[in-house]
């Protein structure tokens, strides 16, 4: 991206002497009117007017977390794990979530032949601490963010946010910068704070997982994407994240049948991309 100007010289350096019809872009920002800017790009740019100079018969731009929503009705079932118990109830509605470089929340719903994505910016949704550490962390970051998301603890950014976090609790400075320093840290044990931030991103995890499972009435399933989870490996402590997931209080009875599935596919918004064009 850094590269290019806009997409419009972006896509014509891709394509070369191709043409194509169509095209779908998956953006890393809200889709909401005609004009798009990225959230954590230079790009800004007009839908309509990008696809008259590409000529492209059609253009569509949706959420990039959106694109990954509507891969999971075509992932294969060996680009899934299972995490826990429960079945999918067919034909009822699914959510997905995904910690990255941010937290993508999603969710699809059944209309008539195909699935209808729901877009949002759930990941930014006020941070629910669950117990004494986690409310000791959200006052910890609220000077730091003012309004603290789930993104900021969440996602990359954020388990170094939780890392630091812990360690200043208890008066100690950690250098972190990157979010697989807290993992190499943690699976070395050369750093207690970072193998707590993995524990407690398990938890709080399972917690908005969860909170989506309600808020949808998500009986179809639970889809954790995003990338992050993936690259942790074992470190991802996936009985803390089901423990917690089901841990709801009255409506534990609603939540615990539904299953919980880590996407495995390398590149799941491409694909959900590609099943957007393909529908009419």
């Known amino acids: 991206m850094a590269d ?3 997409p419009v010289e972006a896509v014509r350096a891709y394509l070369g002497e191709r043409t194509i019809g169509q095209a779908v872009f998956a953006v890393a920002t809200p889709v909401v009117a005609d004009r798009i800017a990225l959230t954590n ?3 800004d740019f007009s839908i309509e007017e990008t696809r008259r100079k590409l000529g492209f018969e059609r253009l569509r731009v949706v959420n990039d977390f ?3 929503a ?5 992932l294969r079932a060996d680009e899934l794990q299972k995490i826990g118990g429960g079945e999918p109830v067919p034909g009822q509605a699914i959510g997905v979530i995904g910690p990255g470089t941010g937290l993508g929340v999603s969710g699809l719903l059944p ?7 729901i877009p949002g910016e759930g990941g930014h949704v006020s941070l629910a601490p669950h117990d004494e550490v986690e409310q000791a962390v959200l006052s910890r970051l609220r000077p730091r963010f003012g309004h603290v998301s789930n ?3 969440l996602s990359g950014p954020g388990l170094v946010n939780l890392a630091t976090a812990l360690a200043a609790l ?3 400075e950690l250098a972190l910068t990157e979010p697989m320093q807290v993992a190499e840290r943690a699976r070395s044990g050369e750093c207690r704070f970072c193998a707590a931030a993995l524990s407690h991103f398990s938890t709080m995890l399972g917690a908005a997982a969860g909170d989506l499972a309600l808020t949808l009435g998500a009986r179809g399933g639970i889809y954790v994407g995003g990338g992050l989870c993936r690259s942790l490996g074992d470190l991802f402590d996936r009985e803390r994240f089901r423990a917690s997931f089901a841990a709801k209080g009255r409506l534990r009875y609603f939540v ?7 996407v495995l596919h390398h590149d799941p918004g491409l694909l959900g991309a590609a099943a957007l064009a393909l529908t009419p």
């Not at 509507?70 to 075509?74: N, R, S």
């Not at 209309?111 to 994505?117: D, F, I, S």
């Not at 615990?256 to 880590?262: A, R, S, V």
Request: avoid cysteine; charge should be negative.
């Open 41 to 43: 790009s230079h790009w």
């Open 66 to 68: 959106t694109a990954q």
């Open 4 to 6: 290019y100007p806009g």
């Open 170 to 172: 208890e008066g100690v």
């Open 256 to 262: 615990e049948p539904i299953p919980t599935y880590l």
């Open 151 to 153: 993104e900021r603890v």
């Open 70 to 74: 509507l891969a999971i009705p075509v």
């Open 111 to 117: 209309a008539g032949n195909h699935w209808q994505p």
